[in-house]
């Protein structure tokens, strides 16, 4: 079957370490994104790519970081300088619909938590 | 810039029927999207309104203004698995971007 798959679902790590979630699609969807929800919030733009080898920043971009090596896969790191990165993380791909819009299409999501 | 503004809780009866608005503010209009997202899961589409008028999809149906920049979903014959958050977005800068509401959480009781 198809999809975009995020892995772990669940995540724990220390203050001050840095750590990679994974998001990887067999859609075939050129374009990824990642976002960030919090309780009771909507979705943020963290980073986004349109094509391998290219990515531009979101909305809240600091304290992350991304790479698009592989159309597939598209790993985003959460660095000791995000602040507050305790978060419900989600990855996206993409495809175009009649129409002239994007369908996002969005993974599992991984829950982290940083103590 | 973008905005928009979702109410932030709705509650209904099972059965019946309830509408969740939408209003944005957009510097170019590119389609309206609605999603629909389970507590802890991700987000799953729900309709997507480009023209003015009413798209009805089942139980669900969604209606577009764009001149007074609203968009309401329309959920029919509720069921208690309707219960969860729902999703305006409109895409920002190019088509592939989307900016999110900030969610309407619906709860639906016997």
């Known amino acids: 079957d198809g999809g975009i798959t995020q892995s772990p679902k669940y995540l724990f790590r220390k203050e001050g370490q840095n750590v990679t979630l994974s998001c990887e699609q067999n859609l075939n969807h050129d374009a990824m994104y990642w976002y960030r929800q919090d309780p009771g919030q909507g979705l943020r733009l963290i980073y986004y790519s349109q094509i391998v080898n290219d990515f531009q920043k979101g909305d809240i971009a600091e304290g992350y970081s991304v790479s698009r090596e592989k159309k597939e896969s598209f790993p985003l790191t959460v660095t000791s300088a995000q602040k507050n990165p305790t978060a419900f993380y989600l990855c996206a791909s993409s495809i175009e619909l009649a129409g002239g819009g994007y369908e996002q299409y969005f993974g599992p999501g991984t829950r982290l938590t940083v103590t | 810039g973008q905005n928009i503004d979702q109410p932030t809780e709705m509650t209904a009866t099972e059965g019946a029927i309830v509408q969740i608005n939408c209003t944005y503010q957009?510097?170019?209009?590119?389609?309206l999207f609605w999603y629909q997202q389970h507590a802890g899961e991700a987000p799953t589409f729900l309709s997507y309104n480009v023209l003015d008028g009413l798209e009805e999809k089942g139980r669900f149906s969604s209606f577009l203004s764009r001149s007074k920049g609203y968009s309401y979903l329309l959920l029919k014959e509720l069921q208690m698995k309707d219960s969860a958050s729902y999703l305006c977005a409109v895409p920002s800068g190019g088509y592939n971007k989307l900016i999110f509401g900030a969610g309407t959480r619906l709860a639906v009781h016997p």
């Open positions: 957009t510097s170019g209009f590119n389609g």
